[in-house]
């Protein structure tokens, strides 16, 4: 049996090739469909004033986890203050159970109109939608493992995330959505089960 540290090390080995979407990591990791739920969707303008650093028009925000400031996204993104995009906040569920809790932004000027209709209006997970229109690679900007030891936390804490994912889809060299990712303690308890 591995051991959970190993295991987290493969997991984000897995996540770090650039031809693999994270729906499709998680699938081959937890041998089930995934499925996203839209927790929160809303169009809007990237707003990086001066004094005030807020998002326009809604925020995208995982669970536990905030998403990244205005102007880390735009310089991650390479836009400017004011371009608009989709703020979307999202599970992935592996079969039933729910793996992972997410943020993401998408610029809408880099995306078809039939991509921002299925965004706007299915739970279709942003990685797969993307893929279907032309083509995305996923480039990994940070990973922040924490709390790697299930002894450790405590039963309340089971959504608290063993891993922290920041990631841009692009296309070309041309990003056209960003997201952060909050990979929870079930994928190495699955694992290490599946492991026995």
């Known amino acids: 049996m591995r051991t959970e540290s190993r295991s987290l090390a493969q997991f984000v ?39 005030e650093r807020t998002f326009g028009g809604g925020s995208a925000q995982a669970e536990r986890a ?75 900007v940070t990973s922040e493992p924490t709390r790697l030891d299930p002894a450790v936390r405590p039963p309340c804490d089971a959504d608290a995330p063993v891993l922290t994912v920041t990631a841009l889809l692009c296309r070309g060299t041309m990003p056209v959505g960003l997201v952060r990712e909050a990979f929870l303690p079930c994928l190495l308890d699955r694992d290490a089960v599946h492991d026995a």
Not at 18 to 43: K, N
Not at 81 to 103: D, H, I, M, S, W
Not at 124 to 129: D, I, K, R, T
Request: aromatic share 4%; charged share 20%; net charge neutral.
């Open 66 to 140: 905030p998403f990244l400031p205005p102007e880390r996204v735009a310089e991650l993104m390479r836009l400017s203050t004011g371009a608009r995009v989709q703020f979307r906040t999202v599970y992935l569920r592996a079969g039933t159970e729910k793996v992972v809790t997410a943020g993401a932004v998408v610029a809408l000027e880099r995306i078809s109109p039939e991509e921002h209709a299925v965004l706007s209006t299915t739970n279709a997970p942003l990685g797969p939608v993307l893929a279907a229109g032309g083509g995305v690679r996923r480039v990994m």
């Open 13 to 51: 080995a897995l996540l770090r090739e650039p031809a693999s979407l994270a729906t499709e990591v998680l699938e081959e990791w937890c041998g089930a469909p995934v499925t996203a739920e839209i927790r929160h969707r809303a169009d809007g303008q990237l707003l990086v004033p001066p004094a």
